[in-house]
């Protein structure tokens, strides 16, 4: 990935000091073209309907994932995840897993995420300055998604120290250093033994919470296998909080560097949802997944063999002017009631969409409609600093001071 052959084109998205606006790399390979080789087997799509087109056709598999961005990790350390099987094997599972992460399970998190939202922006109004991915964006969904799978208080400062270095570990082998992928693993072993043993105990005496309900999923006689609840556990942990993490913070950015939008939030509470949506557009937290063909498949003006690998740049295509009126301006009111944006794609689309959008835009509703109501001015009170990953991307680092209303 760092050494990409010579083409027409130039792509440096991914050079770590383009890392805080990669958007006018994207534009110039979108606008040149909608496939790009990228020197490691697989091409980008840059594209928002070629990007849609592959993500909604089951026959482009997510399975091979694995193998094209970490060729040489031990993949004995944790079995495969149903966010990278086909079908069946992916119908089954998540079909098992929604039996126990319901639309319910998510609406009876509200009443606990605006507890939590509440004491983050009080103790944000109180202080002359804070952090802000440290004070809100991490702790947010760390707490929710550690509160809904039962993973009790006294170990979530474990779950903070792993999280981080899993999350760099989805990016491919090549940009990490040995030592990332040392974390990796060593990060990846010690969540295995500590959900193996927290599965254990909740199948021995169940509580209120999602591993409990999801040890409980009974349907037409098949359950989840030990094996399948730990793979289940660990995705839902990580996918459930380095990703939202990147909306709290991208999110509190964009209100920062536009104050506009933050007063029109503040008159009409009602784009509090739509606000989501839109952040998820103009700066996702999920820049890109793969994808590869399991017969000849055609997109675009392109005929792909079975085999042929894609990268899709999800930070791209929401950003195709193509698809999207004034792509590079963050309007929070592109998904109100009535607009007709096209579909982001922050969420992915198709098989794999996530799993726990609904969780995430209740968590951002609350947070960015409280903070709205609440806070006159975001105003930075130090420069922000991004982590390196290039798949899942956003802060490490976000000082600003919140100015009370
Ligand atoms: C703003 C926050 C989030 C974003 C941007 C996000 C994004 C995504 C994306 C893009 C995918 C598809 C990945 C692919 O096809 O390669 C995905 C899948 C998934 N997400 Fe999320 N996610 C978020 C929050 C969550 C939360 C809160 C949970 C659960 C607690 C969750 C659980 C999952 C699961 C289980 C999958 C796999 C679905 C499947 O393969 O069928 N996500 N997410």
């Not at 998540?94 to 605006?114: D, E, M, Q, W, Y």
């Not at 503040?266 to 820049?287: F, K, M, N, Q």
Request: glycine share 6%; proline share 8%.
């Amino acid at each position: 990935m760092t050494s990409l052959p010579a083409t027409p084109v130039a792509f440096d998205a991914f050079r770590p000091e383009h890392r805080a606006d990669p958007y006018p790399h994207y534009a110039r390979v979108r606008e040149a073209t909608p496939f790009l080789p990228s020197g490691f087997g697989v091409d980008f799509v840059t594209r928002h309907a070629e990007c849609s087109a592959v993500l909604s056709e089951t026959l482009w598999s997510h399975r091979d994932e694995a193998e094209l961005f970490h060729p040489e990790a031990d993949r004995s350390l944790l079995p495969t995840s149903f966010l990278w099987m086909d079908p069946p094997d992916h119908t089954r599972l998540r079909g098992l897993v929604s039996k126990a992460f319901t639309p319910r399970t998510v609406t009876a998190l509200r009443p606990r995420i605006r507890e939590l939202v509440t004491g983050m922006l009080d103790a944000a109004l109180a202080a002359t300055s804070v952090e802000a991915i440290e004070t809100i964006a991490y702790p947010l969904p760390l707490i929710v998604v550690c509160e809904l799978l039962g993973v009790p208080a006294a170990d979530q400062a474990m779950v903070h120290r792993v999280g981080p270095g899993l999350a760099r570990g989805f990016d491919p082998d090549p940009v990490l250093s040995p030592q990332e992928r040392r974390t990796r693993d060593e990060n990846t072993v010690e969540l295995v033994t500590y959900f193996r043993d927290l599965i254990a105990r909740r199948l021995a005496d169940p509580r209120n919470d999602l591993v409990s309900a999801l040890g409980a999923v009974h349907e037409r006689g098949d359950t989840l296998t030990e094996h399948e609840m730990l793979t289940t556990c660990i995705t839902l942990l990580i996918a459930g909080h380095e990703t939202t993490v990147n909306m709290v913070g991208n999110g509190l950015l964009a209100l920062l560097r536009n104050p506009a939008q933050l007063d029109l939030l503040h008159e009409r509470p009602e784009l509090a949802g739509p606000a989501v949506d839109e952040i998820l557009r103009y700066d996702s937290p999920v820049h890109m997944t793969t994808r590869t063909a399991r017969c000849e498949l055609v997109v675009g003006e392109r005929t792909f063999q079975e085999g042929d690998s894609v990268c899709v740049l999800v930070g791209s295509a929401n950003r195709d002017p193509r698809a999207f009126v004034r792509p590079d301006s963050f309007d929070v009111t592109r998904y109100a009631t009535g607009a007709a944006a096209p579909r982001h794609l922050g969420f992915a689309l198709g098989i794999h969409y996530c799993m726990g959008a609904a969780l995430a835009r209740l968590e951002g509703e609350i947070l960015f409609g409280e903070l709205a109501r609440r806070v006159r001015a975001l105003e930075p009170a130090g420069e922000p600093v991004y982590r390196p990953n290039l798949l899942i991307r956003g802060l490490r680092e976000l000082p600003l001071t919140a100015v009370p209303r």
